[in-house]
């Protein structure tokens, strides 16, 4: 089953089967018990790089340099916002 079908199942937009209601629960049950680690929150700070002779932006979790600053970490995972409530 794919999940568009099983979510329409769920929403009762189509009406499935005992069998194929039965296959959808069981998927959303898996999904909502998924492995979720909680949103960590850093900051770019610029920081002196040995081998590139220079500052580059580097992450406030988990001190990876990166030559960009995406809104998240691409090696941590954290979200750059810290500090911009």
């Known amino acids: 089953m794919t999940n568009d079908l ?9 009406l499935g ?3 194929q209601t039965h296959e959808a629960v069981a ?7 998924a492995d979720a680690q ?14 590139f ?5 580097c992450c406030s979790v988990c001190h990876s340099f990166n030559a960009f600053r ?6 941590c995972g954290a979200r750059m916002d810290e500090g911009s409530e």
């Open 17 to 19: 089967t005992t069998e």
């Open 38 to 51: 909680p949103v960590r929150h850093g900051k770019w700070e610029k920081k002196w790089h040995s081998v």
């Open 70 to 75: 995406w809104d998240y970490c691409p090696n």
């Open 27 to 33: 998927m959303a049950i898996k999904a909502l018990s």
């Open 6 to 14: 099983a979510v329409r199942i769920l929403n009762g937009d189509v």
């Open 53 to 57: 002779k220079g500052d580059l932006p």
